[in-house]
């Protein structure tokens, strides 16, 4: 009976431990499974790297570039340069913005003539899916300001007290015979009007302060309902249970060795399906680029720890002041879809082997000398039309494609009707004139092509030799 019982224990413990390794291994999968991390960022000076690029992480410490590492939106209004964004959702999820400093530092303006007559406005992007944006517009937020020199590094975050959005920004004007950066802040239901602009934080004396980043803390952790990280010199921490109300200064980082002004756009993370946050910091001083430092309480500075570079991978372009979105898993599917890692390709002319297709002035044509230019770099993406289709989107005008109008092509932006569909969209069949490359027929007009006629780009019937040459292309990298 014993030796019984002994057997009968030894499968129960059996069974036991396969449930919980089952359960165990359960568990680890749907962690797995969980949605992950979308970071919008600019990557440096010039015109091209103050844009908005994106990159994603499945763990929220490794990250990889989108779009094969291109800009994903390109500001065409104001200083048509644009750093320090920020992502905004709606409480419900049915609104998207991204919001923007207009600053091209490098393109006719420096950094002092930026701070003293730079733009007053933010750039806005606006969507309902994240994947489809709005084309840019201008936000006046500091005219109302007396003396204003700029509008730099906005963030925003809904106050349910208010029931609206407190947008915050840092603008450098004089304030009770000092000028500075200070923080200001508005009421927003929109991102369209805003109320007078208020000051937000005033750093004593003559010390400035431009970036500052506000995340909610869920009940039970510290002591705030609210903890902001702030560069102002150094990255101070301050609590509060109201976003307007009164803020306590908790400490700094310098217990991790980040004293003084080694680091700035602070960029909050929480880690999903647990308390911990990452305060990602831009190591400027040393053109570091971003690095995490991890935290389980976001209000208490002793807990913050400091990782080693081998924890953590920022992907191969360098992440300039950004924000990080905790995706949902329609989300992810949607982002992931939309900006592949794909390798822009060429159009080469089949007749004029030393010509590609390519736009100027939202013309399209073929030109020579092109190969090293951005203007005859395309994505060939799903047809916007739908499968068997091709569209081809400019790498360095995200959001227009090649699209003919009354059988002209131009470089267009998508405005997401059908019409503009059917118009971007081509069936790649193999070369009229050489099976060995391509054509591409009109999806909205079969009997025509995509074509070169006195190196103008058209869409014609195709009915000769000549016709065929001019009709067929390359693709290339």
């Given at each position: 009976?014993?030796?019984?019982?002994?057997?009968?224990?030894?499968?129960?413990?059996?069974?036991?431990?396969?449930?919980?390794?089952?359960?165990?291994?359960?568990?680890?999968?749907?962690?797995?499974?969980?949605?992950?991390?979308?970071?919008?960022?600019?990557?440096?000076?010039?015109?091209?790297?103050?844009?908005?690029?994106?990159?994603?992480?499945?763990?929220?410490?490794?990250?990889?570039?989108?779009?094969?590492?291109?800009?994903?939106?390109?500001?065409?209004?104001?200083?048509?340069?644009?750093?320090?964004?920020?992502?905004?959702?709606?409480?419900?999820?049915?609104?998207?913005?991204?919001?923007?400093?207009?600053?091209?530092?490098?393109?006719?303006?420096g950094?002092?003539?930026?701070?003293?007559?730079?733009?007053?406005?933010?750039?806005?992007?606006?969507?309902?899916?994240?994947?489809?944006?709005?084309?840019?517009?201008?936000?006046?937020?500091?005219?109302?300001?007396?003396?204003?020199?700029?509008?730099?590094?906005?963030?925003?975050?809904?106050?349910?007290?208010?029931?609206?959005?407190?947008?915050?920004?840092?603008?450098?004007?004089?304030?009770?015979?000092?000028?500075?950066?200070r923080i200001?802040?508005?009421?927003?239901?929109?991102?369209?009007?805003?109320?007078?602009?208020?000051?937000?934080?005033?750093?004593?004396?003559?010390?400035?302060?431009?970036d500052?980043?506000?995340?909610?803390?869920?009940?039970?952790?510290?002591?705030?309902?609210?903890?902001?990280?702030?560069?102002?010199?150094?990255?101070?921490?301050?609590?509060?249970n109201?976003?307007?109300?009164?803020?306590?200064?908790?400490?700094?980082?310098?217990?991790?060795?980040?004293?003084?002004?080694?680091v700035?756009?602070?960029?909050?993370?929480?880690?999903?399906?647990?308390?911990?946050?990452?305060?990602?910091?831009?190591?400027?001083?040393?053109?570091?680029?971003?690095?995490?430092?991890?935290?389980?309480?976001?209000?208490?500075?002793?807990?913050?720890?400091?990782?080693?570079?081998?924890?953590?991978?920022?992907?191969?372009?360098?992440?300039?002041?950004?924000?990080?979105?905790?995706?949902?898993?329609?989300?992810?599917?949607?982002?992931?879809?939309?900006?592949?890692?794909?390798?822009?390709?060429?159009?080469?002319?089949?007749?004029?082997?030393?010509?590609?297709?390519?736009?100027?002035?939202?013309?399209?044509?073929?030109?020579?000398?092109?190969?090293?230019?951005?203007?005859?770099?395309?994505?060939?993406?799903?047809?916007l039309?739908?499968?068997?289709?091709?569209?081809?989107?400019s790498?360095?005008?995200?959001?227009?494609?090649?699209?003919?109008?009354?059988?002209?092509?131009?470089?267009?932006?998508?405005?997401?009707?059908?019409?503009?569909?059917?118009?971007?969209?081509?069936?790649?069949?193999?070369?009229?004139?050489?099976?060995?490359?391509?054509?591409?027929?009109?999806?909205?007009?079969?009997?025509?092509?995509?074509?070169?006629?006195?190196?103008?780009?058209?869409?014609?019937?195709?009915?000769?030799?000549?016709?065929?040459?001019?009709?067929?292309?390359?693709?290339?990298s």
């Open positions: 009976m014993r030796a019984l019982l002994a057997r009968l224990a030894a499968i129960l413990v059996a069974v036991g431990l396969l449930l919980a390794s089952q359960t165990l291994t359960t568990a680890q999968q749907a962690a797995a499974a969980d949605p992950g991390y979308l970071m919008v960022h600019f990557t440096g000076e010039g015109s091209t790297n103050q844009q908005m690029y994106l990159s994603h992480s499945t763990d929220g410490l490794h990250w990889n570039d989108l779009n094969g590492g291109g800009m994903v939106l390109r500001s065409t209004v104001g200083t048509k340069g644009v750093r320090d964004p920020a992502f905004v959702r709606s409480p419900d999820g049915s609104k998207y913005w991204i919001i923007a400093t207009d600053l091209c530092i490098g393109c006719g303006q950094w002092g003539d930026a701070q003293t007559s730079g733009s007053r406005n933010l750039v806005v992007w606006e969507s309902t899916d994240l994947v489809t944006w709005s084309q840019p517009r201008l936000l006046n937020v500091a005219d109302p300001i007396s003396g204003a020199g700029d509008a730099w590094a906005p963030e925003a975050i809904w106050d349910p007290a208010s029931n609206d959005y407190v947008l915050y920004w840092a603008t450098n004007a004089p304030l009770n015979g000092v000028t500075k950066h200001y802040y508005a009421h927003t239901t929109d991102f369209r009007t805003i109320t007078t602009p208020q000051v937000y934080i005033d750093r004593p004396g003559t010390q400035g302060i431009i500052t980043q506000i995340i909610e803390v869920p009940s039970g952790v510290g002591n705030y309902r609210y903890v902001r990280a702030s560069g102002d010199g150094q990255i101070t921490l301050e609590g509060s109201s976003i307007l109300g009164t803020w306590t200064t908790l400490g700094n980082l310098s217990g991790v060795g980040l004293s003084g002004s080694q700035e756009g602070p960029m909050w993370m929480k880690f999903n399906g647990s308390n911990k946050w990452a305060l990602y910091l831009d190591q400027y001083a040393t053109s570091g680029g971003y690095m995490p430092v991890l935290t389980t309480d976001p209000s208490n500075p002793a807990a913050y720890q400091k990782q080693a570079s081998t924890s953590y991978n920022m992907g191969g372009t360098k992440k300039r002041h950004g924000w990080i979105m905790n995706l949902t898993a329609a989300e992810e599917s949607r982002v992931l879809a939309r900006w592949p890692n794909t390798t822009p390709n060429r159009l080469q002319s089949f007749n004029f082997q030393d010509r590609y297709v390519r736009h100027t002035n939202f013309d399209v044509r073929i030109d020579q000398n092109v190969s090293t230019s951005e203007d005859s770099q395309f994505r060939m993406r799903t047809g039309a739908g499968t068997g289709t091709v569209s081809f989107e790498v360095n005008f995200p959001g227009y494609f090649l699209r003919h109008s009354a059988f002209d092509f131009q470089l267009v932006y998508n405005d997401g009707t059908a019409g503009f569909a059917a118009d971007a969209s081509f069936r790649q069949v193999a070369g009229l004139a050489d099976a060995t490359w391509s054509s591409f027929q009109s999806y909205n007009y079969p009997d025509r092509y995509i074509r070169h006629y006195a190196y103008e780009l058209k869409l014609d019937p195709i009915t000769t030799a000549t016709g065929r040459s001019d009709a067929t292309f390359r693709v290339t």
